[in-house]
């Protein structure tokens, strides 16, 4: 938390980590979401779309049908929430789902599916194969029967996740949707006896070597920050020190540019006040 604003991490960005993170977004929380690949391109991109509560409802399923039915109510408003907030349609279609059999055998499994889901209480249609071709001419001519089934709907998952993202990003919720799986971070150990300073303009270091060398560690385009770090090689025992880091992202960066270059003699510097004397060191708790 910082102040009163919750800060909240969201592993993975398929269509529930981005719809949830979009209102928690919209509800003035600090939101990211960690994603190890591209977001929306997992089971969320694979799938068919189909919001189909009442024509998949499987025995077994009596409770979950009545959540799904429920939550199958709330798509009109959100997908026109969704397409309002990002510009982009997401393919919500309302005109029903059809389940069809190619055979007999197919056309008594679906009998039986169809007797459950009456039972439960969905509103279905039983079709011959002559009824269902006349409502879609392009089935195959053999078709056994077919269930027509009014309130099962469908949206173009694709869209819907692309949609998400945008507005997950609009909604300020975090600075970016993160690709966890890439990100990475270069670092630099330095020697505790070499004294760094970082450059005033963030993508270069000052290092004063013990005999008043002193070098520039650039990262050209990069940021780079100075860490702290632990010298274990010393035969005294560990010792604190530090290191430089680059970070990014290897999707947008698949290469890193550094140089080191030596400083012409003379060259003025404040690194000499930068770091403690060796006697000074904490003791770090190790
Ligand atoms: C072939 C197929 C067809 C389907 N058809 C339908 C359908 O017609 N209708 C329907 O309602 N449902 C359908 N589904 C189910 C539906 O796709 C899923 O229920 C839904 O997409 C789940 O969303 P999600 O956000 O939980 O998962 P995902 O979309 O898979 O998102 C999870 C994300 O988390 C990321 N991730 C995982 N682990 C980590 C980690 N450790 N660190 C960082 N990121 C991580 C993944 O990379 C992924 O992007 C179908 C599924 C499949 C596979």
Redesign the pocket.
């Known amino acids: 938390m910082s102040g009163s604003r919750p800060h909240v991490a969201v ?9 949830i993170g979009w209102r928690l977004a919209a509800a003035g929380c600090s939101v990211d979401i ?19 509560a009442g024509i ?1 409802a499987e025995p077994g399923e009596a409770l979950l049908y009545a959540l799904n039915r429920l939550s199958q109510g709330m798509w009109p408003g959100f997908a026109a929430e969704v397409e309002a907030a990002s510009g982009i349609a997401v393919g919500y279609r309302d005109e029903g789902t059809m389940a069809v059999a190619l055979t007999r055998d197919d056309a008594a499994q679906l009998r039986f599916h169809y007797d459950f889901q009456r039972s439960l209480g969905v509103e279905l249609e039983w079709l011959s194969g002559t009824e269902a071709r006349r409502r879609e001419p392009h089935l195959h001519p053999g078709l056994a029967a077919a269930v027509f089934s009014p309130r099962d709907h ?1 949206v173009d ?1 694709r869209r819907l ?1 692309t949609a998400l993202r945008r507005v997950f990003l609009d909604a300020g919720g975090g600075p970016q949707v993160r690709a ?2 890439d990100a990475f971070a270069l670092r630099f150990h330095l020697h505790p006896t070499v004294k760094a300073t970082r450059l005033s303009d963030g993508h270069g270091v000052m290092l004063m070597l013990p005999n008043k060398e002193v070098w520039t560690f650039s990262g050209h385009e990069d940021q780079v920050e100075l860490e702290d770090s632990v010298y274990l090689a010393g035969s005294e025992g560990p010792r604190r020190t530090a290191q430089i880091v680059i970070r990014g992202h290897a999707r947008t960066a698949s290469r890193v540019q550094w140089s080191l270059q030596q400083a012409p003699a003379g060259t003025p510097t404040s690194a000499g006040s930068s770091r403690r004397a060796r006697e000074d060191e904490p003791r770090l708790p190790l």
């Open positions: 592993i993975g960005g398929g269509v529930i980590g981005l719809a960690f994603e190890r690949g591209a977001a929306g391109h997992g089971a969320s991109w694979a799938a068919a779309g189909m919001l189909a998949e469908q998952n996740v966890a799986q």
